[in-house]
């Protein structure tokens, strides 16, 4: 066994999102000792910054962690493929770059919870305070921070006419996604600086990575973290064939992700009693909650072939117009090189029981079969609902004590009457949506999930759960709660219940999934532990 030198005061277990904030604040005191362990290796492949290389690194095993699901009865017995990002910056590296913060309602909903700190009025000047945003200091956002937010640089004729009908059928303009309320419909504002991707670790880890007091490994395959008694003392890792272990004499931080963290923590023995049994792992501490509650976006991937305007579709296959969109890019960085892989949202309610919007679409000028095959060969467009708050819970159990067997990872998609019933909804409002008068000179025909399905809950459900994708939005799985909930793994301030020098700071956290993409409330979430995690040592 070898060991590092010396004693750090903070290692952070994953370079994500989360991670390379928590490595900027903790090593922002020289006095600090902070090293960052990353399974992935760096961001050097032009793919990561071009944003529509999300075609090319998701499903790529250099980029992604190429997980997959279990058969989901609710999918009518399909696996998903389950992107993660494998490169530091995490998902922020391969994800759709769309900037959003949620509703206010989904924070209020977690004070409600009883986590004091954690309401609207809590997190919203943490958001304003990482903000870089092209409105510049308004009500509602800010300046000078971290994190780029820039309108998108292309448009399109055809999602235009989309916005047009979604208010044709009563959905508002949306001019921005992120006061609060999402209600409306508008193109998303993207993490991108000049028409370049702009991920966590470029924007929070890689300026400060000449901290001398701040140190990066990255192809690090962590296989437990070390405890002493109830106090997690350190990290214990493979890289390059070897066995290491490095020491803290403050905190671990676990920042894994939704999928590792629960991972990780069970192979240290920490986990439900009776996973750690069959997994055959010395237990530690009893913690019912982790892995499980995972909640994820299901999205129906409607698909529409259209007339009389021009799609990503025709454009990538043809030589002529790639080599004049590569072209554009290269001199002007505008164009479809800069496509986030949604570029028109819509939020809307599925049906009028719902207080506020409960669904958001992602409207694509393109279609294919899945990411990493390619586009199909007719125009078309892709009308994508997925449903906001969904009801059901999955699991993620570690599959053998082998830290390099991928996870087993179940969401149980549509395995509760409320959320078959949302999907049904859904895909009924995607057909209201594509028949209003805006769309008439465009001829919209339904290709997915195709006119033969009928209007009826059943026909609907199922075909929901044939056509139905995950959006990469898991979390939940080491929820934030309060001691009297037994699945609760964190308390509010993060750190884990019933070990010392531990905490947890990812999407798992999460113990309801917010209103939107995830990646931005993520970054906040990590925002505000680190000021935990700074107060505490004083």
């Known amino acids: ?29 020289p006095k600090n000792r902070v090293l960052v362990l990353e399974a992935g290796g760096n961001d050097n492949w032009i793919w990561f910054h071009i944003p529509v290389g999300y075609l090319f690194a998701i499903g790529n095993p250099r980029s992604d962690w190429m997980f997959q699901t ?57 958001f304003k305070k990482l903000d870089d945003h092209f409105l510049g200091d308004t009500e509602h956002h800010g300046a000078g921070g971290e994190w780029r937010v820039e309108q998108p640089r292309v448009k399109w004729d055809v999602l235009n006419a989309v916005a047009k009908a979604a208010n044709e059928m009563g959905v508002p303009d949306s001019p921005d ?17 000049r028409g370049v991707r702009w991920s966590a670790a470029r924007a929070f880890l890689k300026p400060v990575l000449k901290r001398p007091n701040l140190r990066l490994e990255t192809g690090v395959l962590v296989e437990r973290l070390v405890f002493d008694g109830k106090r997690c003392v350190g990290v214990r890792f493979r890289q390059n064939g ?53 909640q994820d976006h299901l999205q129906q991937r409607a698909i529409f072939k259209i007339t009389g305007a021009r799609t990503l579709n025709e454009t990538y296959h043809s030589l002529m117009r790639r080599a004049l969109m590569g072209a554009e890019y290269a001199l002007f960085q505008t164009g479809p090189l ?21 669904i958001e679409f992602h409207v694509q000028p393109l279609s294919l079969d899945k990411f990493g095959e390619p586009l199909h060969r007719f125009p078309a467009i892709t009308v994508s609902a997925c449903n906001l708050r969904p009801t059901s819970r999955g699991t993620i159990r570690a599959r053998s004590a082998d830290p390099a067997d991928k996870p087993m990872i179940a969401p149980a998609y549509l395995s509760t009457p409320e959320d078959r019933q949302v999907a049904a909804d859904a895909i009924r409002v995607t057909r209201r949506l594509m028949s209003q008068p805006a769309l008439r000179p465009y001829h919209p025909e339904e290709f997915l999930p195709g006119p033969s399905v009928g209007d009826d809950d059943a026909s609907l459900a199922k075909a929901a759960g044939d056509i139905g994708t995950t959006i990469f939005h898991p979390v939940g799985t080491a ?20 070990l010392q020098g531990l905490r947890v700071v990812d999407a798992s956290v999460m113990p309801t999934i917010t209103s939107g993409n995830t990646n931005t409330p993520t970054i906040m979430i990590a925002e505000k532990a680190a000021r935990f995690v700074l107060e505490d040592a004083r």
């Open 70 to 126: 279990e058969k989901e009865p609710g999918l009518n017995g399909r696996s998903l493929a389950y992107p993660r990002g494998k490169v530091v910056g995490g998902c922020s590296a391969i994800n759709a770059m769309i900037s959003m913060r949620g509703q206010s309602g989904d924070y209020d909903h977690w004070r409600q919870l009883g986590l004091n700190g954690w309401g609207w009025d809590d997190v919203f000047p943490v």
């Open 177 to 193: 996604f992120n006061t609060g309320d999402n209600l409306g419909v508008g193109y998303f504002h993207v993490n991108q600086k």
């Open 1 to 29: 066994m070898n060991t590092m030198d010396g004693e750090y005061d903070y290692i952070v277990v994953g370079a994500g999102s989360a991670g390379c904030v928590m490595a900027n604040r903790l090593s922002a005191d």
């Open 338 to 358: 800069t496509m986030a892989p949604s570029q028109l949202g819509i939020f809307t309610r599925s049906s009028a029981e719902h207080e506020r919007a409960n």
């Open 479 to 498: 929820k934030m709660g309060l001691p009297s909930d037994p699945m609760a793994v964190v308390d509010e301030r993060l750190r884990v219940f019933g």
């Open 242 to 294: 070897r066995s290491v272990e490095a020491r803290t004499k403050g905190e671990v931080i676990l920042s894994a992700g939704a999928v590792g963290s629960p991972q990780i923590l069970q192979l240290s023995g920490v986990g439900p009693a009776d996973w750690l049994a069959d997994l055959g792992v010395t237990p530690v501490h009893d913690a019912p909650g982790v892995g499980r509650n995972l």
